[in-house]
């Protein structure tokens, strides 16, 4: 299917004509000029990560005499709150608990697809982040299927309504069981209570389904902009929402300069007023920490908050930092937001979202993830409950106004925490501005004495596998734990996103090319505390977690994956640690290969991509499928 400046593979246009509407398509054209600016922001990107490693050097703040790129503001300005900011929206002054996952499930009929709608509606959570990327799979067509089932709902559907009523009275019977009590009194009005957002897809990544009229693949990150907002915002204006947004892997406020002309653009498109389209940004990047202020001022009237995430920003820091042979992270266990770099990043978004604009304004502060689940031993469950517990009341008294939650039942544990205080947010809690010194910069790559194991390697191998293994079943985001634990019900599966890879990745190759020093004896391997986490080491260790794998009850690993994309994940982790050269992405080496079970295809794709990175630095991230490697 063709538009003016689109092409759409193969019959998806017809297929799907119910997201590719003729006022999609409309907008979708006009924004499709953006995709060589995004490719040429992409370029630029790998060329400072280039550089930064060539030149053994770390990130730093702007210069404050500097301006904003692609905008007429001065960093010193935005650091000073000389800006137009936002207004935060009634339904977005109180979000005291936000869930997250995708409108959709791989390989499922309508009717069971769009459950995953109706748990967030009906969970009590404040707002539902509905996930167009780390978390939704892109098997087949799972991002159309995703649009299609947030419209249904959106719109109140019959067919959506229909499985509301019938998940409404799972829910509650599993609330009486675990909680005591119902927690849906109302489902119809219960619909209504959560104020709906989407996670675009970042500017890193290209739509598997539409080419621009050069052939070259089209942004994700417009792809997703359009069909959501195109075909939700009368819905949602008419019932009195919010249209919101998440945006991810911002690394520079010239990023989000392109980012705010993108919203602005669709919204003079579609007739509706600069500042109607609200955004969440998730500081999932170092460099961006360095540039909060003059992100916030980028976005402008767009911008309400920041979300500190854990996964992302420990893998960006390890890339920023993988250059330098005494940086080296420990267990991941040990990175919690209290550790080292991570309380320093955390520190500076709560005082950057504090800092009043020109006119007095202030911004949202949305904390981390939990990703427990309510699911396992007694023992199990009541310890896992009190650390998530814990963690949101330090979150709560750090002046955050609410924090993520990865599964439904997860809102009535943990909403209490803020529900006991009352306040319906921090906005404008006092805390020392934000300074531009070289301690602040040291700091945010604090690496503090933590633990290096045998037993963390495992862990990180383990989960490694299982989620490259998930993600090319079409799960994203995955219910996962080390194989060690397997069958042990005391240890809880936690919910893991693309993030979860992606961080696991990247510490074992520090751990590999860094020549991490271990901490503890490890009468299993013969490891001695002092030795040196080497290749040959990681390369035992992978033949013997995969293994584990392969011998799993197919509760854990489906056997019908054991044969076809477990094979190719073990690839792609074997490849990714080996290389002296880092991979920018894990995603990338997952993305050339769904909708693939050829494991020679498979090695061949990985090989052409590392190939490409190492001779000029091109990732390769069209969709193979559509696009044939030239």
């Known amino acids: 299917m063709t538009n003016k400046d689109i092409l759409i593979q193969n019959n998806l246009g017809e297929v799907y004509s119910d997201i590719y509407t003729p006022e999609v398509l409309s907008s979708l054209s006009s924004l499709a000029h953006f995709n060589k600016q995004i490719k040429e922001a ?69 009717e069971s697809s769009i459950r995953n709608v109706a748990y967030a509606l009906l969970s009590g959570a404040d707002g539902w982040m ?106 949602l204006q008419n019932s009195g929402s919010s249209i919101v947004l998440y945006l991810p892997k911002i690394q520079t406020a010239g990023e989000a300069a392109l980012w705010n002309e993108m919203i602005t653009a669709l919204e003079q498109k579609i007739g509706i007023s600069v500042g109607s389209i609200k955004v969440y940004v998730l500081v999932e990047q170092l460099e961006a920490t360095f540039q909060l202020m003059e992100i916030r001022a980028a976005l402008g009237k767009h911008f309400v908050g920041y979300n500190t995430g854990r996964w992302d920003y420990i893998n960006s820091v390890a890339d920023a930092m993988s250059w330098d042979k005494d940086f080296i992270n420990p267990n991941i266990e040990a990175i919690v937001m209290t550790y080292g770099y991570m309380r320093n990043y955390e520190d500076r978004v709560r005082r950057a979202v504090n800092t009043p604009d020109i006119n007095g304004n202030f911004a949202l ?41 990865a599964h439904w039942k997860m809102v009535h544990i943990v909403r209490p925490v803020w529900e006991k205080v009352g306040k319906a947010n921090q906005l404008g809690r006092n805390f020392p501005p934000l300074t531009y010194s070289q301690s602040d910069a040291d700091g945010l ?60 990745l990247s510490i074992l190759w ?20 002092g030795d040196v986490f080497s290749l040959e080491l990681f390369k035992r260790l992978l033949d013997e977690e995969y293994q584990k794998l392969l011998n799993a009850r197919d ?48 090695r061949e794709r990985i090989r052409i991509y590392m190939n490409h990175f190492k001779e000029d630095g091109t990732r390769i991230t069209e969709n193979l499928d559509f696009n044939s490697l030239k």
Not at 163 to 176: G, Y
Not at 208 to 214: L, V, W, Y
Not at 383 to 393: F, P
């Open 42 to 110: 992409m370029a630029e990107r790998i060329e400072r990560r280039t550089t930064r490693q060539n030149e053994k050097r770390r990130i730093t703040f702007l210069e404050d005499t500097s301006v904003i790129p692609r905008t007429n503001i001065k960093v010193r300005d935005a650091r000073a709150g000389n800006f137009n900011g936002s207004l935060i929206s009634p339904d977005l002054q109180r979000q005291w608990i936000q869930g997250t996952g995708p409108a959709a499930k791989p390989n499922a009929k309508l």
């Open 365 to 405: 502060w949305q904390g981390g993830m939990e990703p427990n689940i309510p699911v396992g031993s007694e023992e199990g469950v009541s310890t896992s409950m009190k650390k998530a517990v814990a963690g949101a009341e330090r979150e709560q008294t750090s002046g955050a106004s609410g924090k993520w939650v």
């Open 555 to 602: 509760k854990d690993v489906y056997d019908s994956s054991k044969t076809t994309t477990l094979p190719i994940s073990r690839e792609i982790v074997a490849t990714y640690i080996s290389d002296e050269v880092k991979a920018p992405w894990f995603i990338d080496l997952l993305n050339i290969n769904l909708n693939n079970t050829n494991l020679d295809l498979a």
């Open 445 to 504: 790559v604090l690496i503090e004495p933590a633990p290096t194991s045998i037993r963390g390697a495992r862990n990180l191998l383990s989960v490694a596998l299982q989620y490259g293994n998930a993600f090319g079943q079409g799960m994203q985001a995955a219910a996962l734990k080390p194989a060690d634990f397997f069958g042990n019900d005391d240890i809880l599966y936690l919910m893991e996103d693309m993030a979860t890879g992606e961080i696991r």
């Open 130 to 235: 509905f996930d167009g990327e780390d978390a939704l799979g892109q098997i087949a067509a799972m991002s159309l299927d995703n649009q299609r089932n947030l419209k249904l709902a959106i719109h109140k559907d019959p067919v959506f309504m229909k499985v509301a009523e019938q998940v409404s009275d799972e829910m509650n019977r599993w609330a009486i069981g675990f909680l005591g009590h119902p927690i849906i009194d109302d489902w119809k009005e219960q619909l209504n209570f959560t104020t709906k957002i989407f996670r675009a897809r970042g500017l890193h990544l290209d739509d598997r389904h539409i080419c621009d009229a050069d052939g070259l693949a089209l942004a994700a990150s417009i792809v997703d902009l359009v069909l959501y907002v195109v075909n939700n915002y009368k819905a």
């Open 510 to 529: 520090e751990w590999v090319h860094k020549g991490a020093i271990l901490m503890e004896n490890d009468p299993e391997t013969g490891v001695k505390e």
